[in-house]
């Protein structure tokens, strides 16, 4: 899942969410220096992509692009996630996105000095540019994956020619995302839960 999901999924603590943002800019052995709070939502980021990478109904997404693109289908399939996550919020959230990202972003913004010195400029344009509210429309995705693609250092050009594999498919992976969102919220509910019992 990409930035939105794991924010929302954390979305139980302030903090928590700038722990889980983390998740992609801190490795695992590098945690010592965070909060608690935070380290636990860097490692449980990590189990959310390990189940999110192993479950029936991303597989099947993965098989619905062609071989030669299918190495990048988890970068489309993860900003797909979170243009669905922001198409059915309504559905799975009784705060809204809004006032969620104004959270996260403030949150952010106190937490800057913990913050990985590679991850700081990428937090100041996210926040800047908005980059949660464009998970919305299909040019913010595309927008996303094209920025994305930059960064990579070869093979730019076969991610960004996913994206028509992407939206050729686009009902198929709504109905994807549809089955597949229940079964990580209860994921992380049960993770949470097992964390409390044993503290």
Request: no cysteine.
């Amino acid at each position: 899942m990409n930035y939105l999901a794991h924010i929302y999924l954390a979305r139980h603590d302030d903090d928590a969410m700038v722990g889980a943002w983390l998740g992609d800019f801190v490795k695992a052995n590098q945690t010592d220096a965070f909060p608690a709070a935070m380290q636990y939502e860097i490692h449980l980021h990590r189990r959310i992509d390990t189940f999110t990478d192993h479950h029936p109904d991303m597989l099947a997404a993965k098989g619905l692009f062609p071989e030669g693109q299918r190495r990048y289908a988890g970068i489309l399939l993860d900003v797909f996630g979170d243009y669905w996550l922001t198409r059915h919020w309504a559905v799975v959230s009784t705060e809204s996105r809004a006032s969620l990202v104004a959270r996260f972003y403030a949150a952010l913004r106190r937490h800057e000095a913990r913050l990985p010195e590679r991850a700081v400029p990428v937090a100041a344009r996210m926040i800047a540019q908005d980059w949660l509210a464009g998970y919305g429309s299909a040019a913010g995705v595309n927008g996303t994956i094209e920025r994305i693609a930059t960064r990579l250092s070869r093979n730019g050009d076969i991610l960004t020619a996913g994206l028509d594999t992407l939206w050729q498919n686009e009902a198929a992976l709504q109905d994807a995302f549809a089955g597949f969102f229940p079964a990580l919220e209860a994921y992380v509910e049960q993770q949470r839960g097992e964390r409390g019992s044993a503290s």
